[in-house]
């Protein structure tokens, strides 16, 4: 079993996290920039198909967590497997907090990439275009697996 609290008033649930999420006019704006970065951007969408895929292959092997953040997750969603036979609904109600723990700190780690981007800007500071390709493909990786079935 695994020694995550798992009391149920500690438990965020994906309606909790779903219940959280900003409205569309909160949401963030897209990323304004050197002409020449939006054209790059633009570019990366219209690729040859076969140029797109091998670049699909490469971003969706990207890890989204680090392998220790990772194997964490797969141990706990093992226990909640072996724990379904004996309490199914308890079983099921861990895999939802599970995931919606998974969910929100997918979303914290896009979050802060983000505010470290804008303090380079607010700074003044030149980002450099590579790191700000390298994020965007970041969001391109997830948004692909957010999508794919």
Known sequence: MST??????????TADFAAAT???????????????DQH???QMGHQQPVERQAQDRVS?????????????????????????????RQAVERA???VAEVMQRLAQMFA?????LEQQWDRGADTD????????????SFFDRLLSM
Not at 4 to 13: F, S
Not at 68 to 81: L, M, P, S, V, Y
């Open 4 to 13: 995550h609290n798992d009391t149920a008033e500690n438990r965020l649930t």
């Open 96 to 98: 939802d907090a599970l």
């Open 22 to 36: 900003t409205s569309t006019s909160e949401r963030a704006q897209p990323i304004e920039g050197n002409p020449q």
């Open 60 to 88: 969706s092997s990207t890890p989204l967590f680090v392998e220790e953040q990772a194997g964490g997750f797969r141990d706990r969603w093992t226990d909640i497997q072996a724990g379904f036979v004996d309490e199914p």
């Open 129 to 140: 275009t590579e790191e700000l390709r390298q994020a965007l493909r970041r969001y391109r």
């Open 112 to 116: 802060d990439e983000r505010q470290r």
């Open 40 to 42: 790059s951007i633009e």
